[in-house]
T-cell receptor, first 114, second 111 residues
Framework: DAGITQSPRHKVTETGTPVTLRCHQT?????MYWYRQDPGHGLRLIHY?????DTDKGEVSDGYSVSRSKTEDFLLTLESATSSQTSVYFC??????WGQGTQYFGPGTRLTVL | TQLLEQSPQFLSIQEGENLTVYCNSS?????LQWYRQEPGEGPVLLVT?????EVKKLKRLTFQFGDARKDSSLHITAAQPGDTGLYLC???????????FGQGTTLQVKP
């Protein structure tokens, strides 16, 4: 299994509070991704990174920001959480751009915004 | 916007039955992947198909990529309770390479 951890695994927070989710990898892969998974929507890309300090937006990036100061860590921040951001968040990594079809996923973080 | 439609969304069958899951789009993809996800875990890649018409087999699972590279199917023969899970297809955009995921098919195989 690819060495990907996510923290926290579960979080309950209140509307308007900031939240940061962490993804940590031990594979030294260049590319990292944040997805959210909601019933009926599959996985949707929030942001991705193609190197340290190099990031770009995905299809559902509004309300989210990311940072990558080290190869192994990719942080996802909800500046002011809203109930619509209640979801399961997955981090993924790949060696090649978009993984040439092979992305390895972390175990996920279940976030509830009350 | 590219879309991948999976059908059916839910499937509940008895052990030993056969089933097929479909993944359809009006867009052409450079490759298509199938993932399996168990509760509380992240998706795990099962297979990648690249060539139109390509067929790949993984034990009792058969994956096919449509000739026009717009659709794919996953066929499971003699389903087992261990096949229970969420199956996701994902297509790689022909221009950008970004993965576009289908909504998923939840499969329950009853003993």
């Amino acid at each position: 299994d690819a060495g990907i951890t996510q923290s926290p695994r579960h979080k309950v927070t209140e509307t308007g509070t900031p939240v940061t989710l962490r993804c940590h990898q031990t594979e030294n892969h260049r590319y990292m991704y944040w997805y959210r998974q909601d019933p009926g929507h599959g996985l949707r890309l929030i942001h991705y990174s193609y190197g340290v300090k190099d990031t770009d937006k995905g299809e559902v990036s509004d309300g989210y920001s990311v940072s990558r100061s080290k190869t192994e860590d990719f942080l996802l921040t909800l500046e002011s959480a809203t109930s619509s951001q209640t979801s399961v968040y997955f981090c993924a990594i790949s060696k090649d751009r978009w993984g040439q079809g092979t992305q390895y996923f972390g175990p996920g973080t279940r976030l509830t915004v009350l | 916007t590219q879309l991948l439609e999976q059908s059916p969304q839910f499937l509940s069958i008895q052990e030993g039955e056969n089933l097929t899951v479909y993944c359809n789009s009006s867009s052409v993809f450079s490759s298509l992947q199938w993932y399996r996800q168990e509760p509380g875990e992240g998706p795990v890649l099962l297979v990648t198909v690249v060539t139109g018409g390509e067929v790949k087999k993984l034990k009792r699972l058969t994956f096919q990529f449509g000739d026009a590279r717009k659709d794919s199917s996953l066929h499971i023969t003699a389903a087992q309770p261990g096949d229970t899970g969420l199956y996701l297809c994902a297509g790689a955009d022909s221009n950008t390479g970004k993965l576009i995921f289908g909504q998923g098919t939840t499969l329950q195989v009853k003993p």
